[in-house]
Structure formats: structure tokens, C-alpha cells
């Protein structure tokens, strides 16, 4: 049973550039979500889709915005890229959006802003 | 809004000893709560969850009840192992925010033999 996968595992990218990272849930999951994860934090909610829409919104920018794809898999894509972007980006997926839905972590994209 | 505070960090113990990372949390209703670890360099790895009041989730010989009266969530273990060096997060979804969740700041734990 293939667990939550990610692409790439790492990014070295400048400021102000964009970048695109990618998500492929659980088998059977439909509902994804993403979270920044700064170092020696907790993760904090970006987003999370379901049925190809974006559900909910945590207090990120406009800079961030995503995507779902008919197969359920999802991107995330940042724009105008700023220092502070630094940080480990986690995705999870779960079945359904609901409460009490468990969510099962991807290994995270580290992306690193110079 | 929902929020989760967990005990400040880092916390060292020989092994065999007894591990508590207290939790406390602040959110309306009967959220689900969920202990997560962390390994270095990796994502993060569902530990237990308990989803409604008195609730015990265990695994791997760790345990926390879900106490509604005490809004708390502590984590246990009888005795740790070196294997279980690793950061801890308490997490909450509440009634209000379906599955998302609301994570506390962590707590690094490690185990020396």
C-alpha cells in the first residue's frame, strides 16, 4: 500500500522566483492537504482540497495557491519567493474532509530560498 | 480560534525511564486530538489519536486519554528506548475545521543508553 509520496525531495531556489512541488496521496485518499512546516516549529495549515477545490485556507498569502488533479494527486505553488519561504512543505492526505478523518504525512519537500 | 500548547523542550532521559510531554489545548466543542513523531529528516508519523471525551490511544507502548474536564492530552510511556529520540507534536482538529489541523510547537526528546 503506497504511502503519501512527494516530489522533490529537496529545492534550492532565489528570491523571487516561483516554485512548484507535488503530492500523491495515500492509495484510496481524495483529500489533501498542505502544511509548512519552519525549523523548530510545528507544521502551520496552508491549504487543503477536496473534489478538485480548495476547501479551507489557512493564514498564508495570496503567493500560495494549489491544485488538485482528477486522480487526487495536488500541487503546491509559490510565487515571488521570499527568504522566510525557507521551510520543510509537508503534504497529507485523508478520506474525505471530515472531522475525526485521520491524516497521513508525505517525507515533506525542504526547500531552501538564498 | 483553536490553539495547542505543548510542554517547552527539550527533554532528556536515560533509557528505560518514564517519559510525560504534557498537552493542553484550546478549541470549542469535541475536537480529535492526535500525538505525532517526528525522526529527523522525516515527515511526521501518526503515533495515536483519540477522538472523543475519556478516549485511550495507544501504540507502541505509548498512551494519552483525551480529558475534556482538563483540556489536556498527555503522552506516556513507561519506558523509553534510544529508538524513541524523536520530536513530538500534539495536534487537534476541531468540530469547526473538519480534518485540518492545529499543531502545537514540539518537543525534542532524546533517549541516551
Known amino acids: 500500500d503506497a504511502g503519501v509520496t512527494q516530489s522533490p525531495t529537496h529545492l534550492i531556489k532565489t528570491r523571487g522566483q516561483q516554485v512548484t512541488l507535488r503530492c500523491s496521496p495515500k492509495?484510496?485518499?481524495?483529500?489533501v492537504s498542505w502544511y509548512q512546516q519552519a525549523l523548530g516549529q510545528g507544521p502551520q495549515f496552508i491549504f487543503q482540497y477536496y473534489e478538485e477545490e480548495e476547501r479551507q485556507r489557512g493564514n498564508f498569502p495570496d503567493r500560495f495557491s494549489g491544485h488538485q488533479f482528477p486522480n487526487y494527486s495536488s500541487e503546491l505553488n509559490v510565487n515571488a519567493l521570499l527568504l522566510g519561504d525557507s521551510a520543510l512543505y509537508l503534504c497529507?492526505?485523508?478520506?474525505?474532509?471530515?472531522?475525526?478523518?485521520?491524516?497521513?504525512f508525505g517525507p515533506g519537500t525542504r526547500l531552501l530560498v538564498l | 480560534g483553536d490553539s495547542v500548547t505543548q510542554m517547552e523542550g527539550p527533554v532528556t532521559l536515560s533509557e528505560e525511564a518514564f517519559l510525560t510531554i504534557n498537552c493542553t489545548y484550546t478549541?470549542?466543542?469535541?475536537?480529535?486530538l492526535f500525538w505525532y513523531v517526528q525522526y529527523p529528516g522525516e515527515g511526521l508519523q501518526l503515533l495515536l489519536k483519540a477522538t472523543k471525551a475519556d478516549d485511550k490511544g495507544s501504540n507502541k507502548g505509548f498512551e494519552a486519554t483525551y480529558r475534556k474536564e482538563t483540556t489536556s492530552f498527555h503522552l506516556e510511556k513507561g519506558s523509553v528506548q534510544v529508538s524513541d529520540s524523536a520530536v513530538y507534536f500534539c495536534?487537534?482538529?476541531?468540530?469547526?475545521?473538519?480534518?485540518?489541523?492545529?499543531f502545537g510547537e514540539g518537543t525534542q526528546l532524546t533517549v541516551n543508553p
Open positions: 497529507a492526505s485523508s478520506l474525505g474532509p471530515s472531522l475525526k478523518k485521520t491524516q497521513y
Open positions: 492509495s484510496g485518499h481524495d483529500t
Open positions: 478549541a470549542t466543542g469535541y475536537p480529535s
Open positions: 495536534a487537534l482538529s476541531g468540530e469547526t475545521s473538519g480534518s485540518r489541523l492545529t
